[in-house]
Nanobody
Framework: VQLQASGGGLVQPGGSLRLSCAAS????????MAWFRQAPGKEREFVAA????????TYTDSVKGRFTIARDAAKTTVYLQMNSLKPEDTAVYYC???????????????????WGQGTLVTVSS
């Protein structure tokens, strides 16, 4: 499975961006998909995830109410709509995919098998 992330850029505080992650290859299996981010000098952190069935979403507390994760009907593209962006949201955002894992591990990077290349989001005036 290959993941291609896009949509990053420079935005002012309070602005919005939508990230996309397109999956290709052997996508017939049900995949959980997630976004992680890594700010300069910090460790990679979980942002949001959506279960393979699309019936469950999970967010880290700092983005709840501002970010929304969703996937298309074919379940091969996942989106991260980011509103009310803050300077502390500045980071490289990575999409990730996994299959066959239990829900309770959905926040943990080590449980993801496939990773995209990352897209830079900069929130600055």
């Amino acid at each position: 499975v290959q993941l291609q992330a896009s949509g990053g850029g420079l935005v002012q505080p309070g602005g919005s961006l939508r990230l996309s992650c397109a999956a290709s290859g052997r996508t017939s299996n049900g995949f959980d998909m997630a976004w992680f981010r890594q700010a300069p000098g910090k460790e990679r952190e979980f942002v949001a995830a959506i279960r393979w069935s699309s019936r469950s979403t999970t967010y880290t507390d700092s983005v709840k109410g501002r970010f929304t994760i969703a996937r298309d009907a074919a379940k091969t593209t996942v989106y991260l709509q980011m509103n009310s962006l803050k300077p502390e949201d500045t980071a490289v955002y990575y999409c990730a995919a996994r299959s066959g894992q239990i829900l309770s591990t959905i926040r943990f990077a080590e449980y993801y098998h496939y990773w995209g290349q990352g897209t830079l989001v900069t929130v600055s005036s």
